[in-house]
């Protein structure tokens, strides 16, 4: 090696996977940079052309929860509410009725009702239970008598109050439910058809409860009708819920000829099929009251001990009417039809 080599500085080489990386490191750089300027630039016009919008819809929003919290009763005047309405529907009246010049202390609006109750006991009208209503479908059904079990409801109290105890306006505003339950419009013929079903029916379902369209209903409809209600064999007007969750009502059908009549009879047939129970037809649509000669006219075409009937109001009268014409057990059942299907589905 000469002197003029060694003295002559090494030159830096750098290796290609260096170059390569210190390459790829400014392009990087680069790309970034453009994908900045490129991507974020329409990005931001778009955001930008949105923000009015959104700030009009968010404003809108809050003004229109700001002016239903303003309609809307808070919880505190709910309670006062709630405490005016408790007052005047008791102790008002206790203050109505009070001797002039007296107090009662200690004894609350509650206390005077329950002794009211004790003095009027005498004139309270006893309702068979459904242990009794079991055995009054098994005796005839097994002596193969006739009954008819049929149910007062809503449907069939505001049909009859229509145009009669309330105003037809009045029926409509509570009753908007009354097509779908088979009427359309509670006429005068609607009205004596249930009356008779009723007047001869053998047990009839009443409510328990006295809101207003429900017993205290009942009540002026049996004036206004001259229904004798205190020679009428009465049960509650959920005994068909009741039968079904105690499992009576099951256990009835076994070993029994069974006839379907409802809209959701098929489907309600298929459930009790499952079950071993010998459903032998099927008879539907019930749309209105309309349709309740035909259905009896197919009643006849069966050889059957029992019909279930799940037919809205037109049930009253085709339950009374199978039992009168074909001496047959028939029950009203209602919305049971209903809770059997509901039950079939959550089981499967």
């Not at 005077?112 to 005839?140: H, K, N, P």
């Not at 037809?281 to 001990?305: H, M, Q, R």
Request: with cysteine.
């Amino acid at each position: 090696m000469t002197r003029k080599q060694v003295s002559k500085p090494k030159k830096r080489i750098r290796s290609k996977n260096t170059l390569f990386k210190s390459r790829v490191k400014e392009r990087g750089k680069s790309n970034f940079r453009a994908s900045r300027s490129t991507s974020a630039g329409p990005k931001r016009r778009r955001k930008n052309t949105r923000q009015p919008a959104d700030k009009q819809l968010s404003k809108n929003r809050k003004q229109a929860v700001k002016a239903e919290s303003k309609n809307q009763p808070t919880q505190a005047a709910l309670h006062s509410y709630y405490r005016e309405a408790v007052y005047s529907g008791g102790e008002a009246l206790v203050e109505k009725w009070m001797p002039d010049g007296m107090l009662l202390p200690d004894v609350t609006c509650e206390d005077i009702i329950q002794a009211g109750l004790l003095y009027y006991r005498s004139q309270m009208l006893q309702l068979a239970g459904v242990s009794e209503i079991r055995d009054l479908l098994w005796t005839a059904i097994v002596e193969k008598r006739p009954l008819s079990l049929v149910r007062l409801g809503d449907g069939e109290l505001l049909s009859l109050a229509y145009d009669t105890v309330m105003s037809p306006a009045e029926v409509d505003e509570v009753g908007a439910f009354l097509p779908y339950a088979g009427v359309p419009i509670p006429d005068a013929s609607v009205q004596r058809s249930l009356i008779d079903a009723i007047k001869e029916a053998d047990y009839i379902g009443v409510p328990v409860s006295r809101k207003p369209a429900f017993q205290m209903l009942m009540f002026r409809i049996c004036k206004h009708y001259q229904l004798p209600i205190r020679e009428m064999k009465l049960t509650t007007s959920t005994i068909n819920f009741s039968l079904y969750h105690t499992g009576y009502l099951i256990p009835l059908l076994y070993g029994r000829r069974i006839l379907l009549i409802g809209n959701k009879a098929v489907s309600t047939a298929q459930v009790l099929r499952k079950k071993g129970i010998n459903v032998i037809g099927t008879i539907y649509p019930v749309s209105n009251f309309s349709d309740i000669e035909k259905v009896l006219a197919s009643c006849g075409e069966y050889e059957y001990d029992i019909a279930l009937v799940a037919a809205g109001v037109p049930a009253v009268v085709i339950c009374q009417r199978i039992a009168s014409t074909y001496r047959k057990v028939a029950i009203d059942i209602g919305h049971v039809a209903d809770e059997m299907l509901k039950n079939e589905a959550a089981s499967g």
